[in-house]
């Protein structure tokens, strides 16, 4: 395993800023695409660069749910179909909590309420902490 420091700097995006982002989508209600964030943080799109991002969205989601928190890359879609891509349903699987495809009704309905969780918890987050959220004026 890398050490702390090695680790987040083979980092794609600054993984506190990314976790800010997350929890003010989630906070509106909002989710964001994998383009937008990547563009957010002056990347371009590239299957290597969305690889490295999914990477980095697990960081944030150990981290998140070793407070208690929710999965928050659940908010994390591709702008063709409003679903995350085929590895978060495929983590979800080999963690046993989901067991259906990665398209479709299900994964719609599972998705579904997957992210009002994730919009709950970050709305409580947000109100609770002394935060001021990033703009996500770059969604537009």
């Known amino acids: ?11 794609m995006v600054e993984i506190d800023a990314l976790e800010r982002l997350l929890l003010a989508a989630g906070s509106r209600g909002e989710t964001l695409t994998y383009g937008a964030i990547l ?30 928190g929710p999965d928050l890359a659940c908010l994390v879609v591709r702008r063709s179909d ?15 909590v989901y067991r259906g495809p990665g398209e479709g009704p299900l994964a719609r309905r599972f998705l579904a309420d997957r992210q009002r969780a994730a919009f709950a918890w970050c709305r409580r987050e947000a109100g609770a902490a002394d935060w001021s959220p990033p703009e996500l004026d770059f969604l537009v």
């Open 1 to 11: 395993m890398l050490g702390p420091k090695l680790e987040e700097s083979l980092a």
């Open 39 to 68: 563009r957010r943080f002056g990347r371009r799109v590239t299957p290597v660069t969305v690889a490295a991002l999914c990477r980095d969205l697990g960081r944030v989601c150990r981290r998140v749910e070793a407070r208690g």
């Open 82 to 96: 409003g679903l995350p891509g085929e590895g978060h349903f495929a983590a979800l699987r080999e963690e046993g």
